[in-house]
């Protein structure tokens, strides 16, 4: 099974910061790997896909990245809104596909 | 607008069986395969089971294998989960999500959530 590690699992940060997600893949899942924004009570928001592609209608400060089997998510000018949690999900094993542990944002 | 509409859930013992619904609109539900993901009070997103487009394959975690059955009807748009022998571990939000056709995109379209809580 592949896993994805997730870092760190909470991170406090301010209105207008840049704050780095990571992701880690126990093996090469090449850029299978989707980013996803869940607020509590809510199912969760599509954002990003093939590791670097911004879902249509997600706000350009929200980018993702990947180096290897590293893949990160970035949100460049942190807004108030933007405090949910996060989590990567790899599908180079579809249909069988995991999640990562998730990454609790606060403002 | 792409929309899946969940039914069902609710409070079962354990050992007791449930059946969660969910109807897809605003899309060609046959086009697409589907799946439920659950997530634990307090915990993170686990996938739970898939079916293909057409219903002929279904896949398990292997949490649920041999407990839970996947079915859909396409000519309905919907799509069902049958959890028989259920535990405390199965407690959960439940959500039902339009899988995407290829590897490279991700899930565009999620249920609103339905809660199973098992418990005596």
């Known amino acids: 099974d592949i896993q994805l590690t997730q870092s760190p699992s909470f991170l406090s940060a301010s209105v207008g910061d840049r704050v780095t997600i990571t992701c880690r893949a126990s093996?090469?899942?090449?850029?299978?790997l989707a980013w996803y924004q869940q607020k509590p009570g809510k199912a969760p928001k599509f954002l990003i896909y093939?590791?670097?592609t911004l879902q249509s209608g997600v706000p350009s400060r929200f980018s993702g990245s990947r180096s290897g089997t590293e893949f990160t998510l970035t949100i460049s000018g942190l807004q108030p809104e933007d405090s949910a949690t996060y989590y990567c999900q790899q599908l180079n094993s579809y249909p069988l596909v995991t999640f990562g542990g998730g990454t609790k944002v606060q403002i | 607008e792409m929309k899946l509409l969940q039914s069902g859930g609710g409070l079962v013992q354990p050992g007791g069986s449930l059946r969660l619904s969910c109807g897809g609109s605003g899309f060609t539900f046959s086009s697409y395969a589907m799946s439920w993901v659950r997530q634990a009070p307090g915990k993170g997103l686990e996938w739970v089971s898939c079916?293909?487009?057409?219903?002929?394959?279904?896949y398990y975690a292997d949490s649920v294998k041999g407990r839970f059955i996947i079915s859909r009807d396409n000519p309905n748009g919907t799509v069902s989960l049958h959890m028989h022998s259920l535990t405390a571990e199965d407690t959960a939000i439940y959500y039902c999500?339009?899988?995407?056709?290829?590897?490279?995109?991700?899930?565009?379209?999620w249920g609103q959530g339905t809660a199973v809580i098992v418990s005596s």
């Open positions: 999500a339009k899988d995407p056709i290829t590897r490279n995109y991700g899930v565009d379209v």
């Open positions: 093996q090469d899942i090449y850029s299978y």
């Open positions: 079916i293909s487009d057409s219903g002929v394959d279904t």
């Open positions: 093939a590791a670097s």
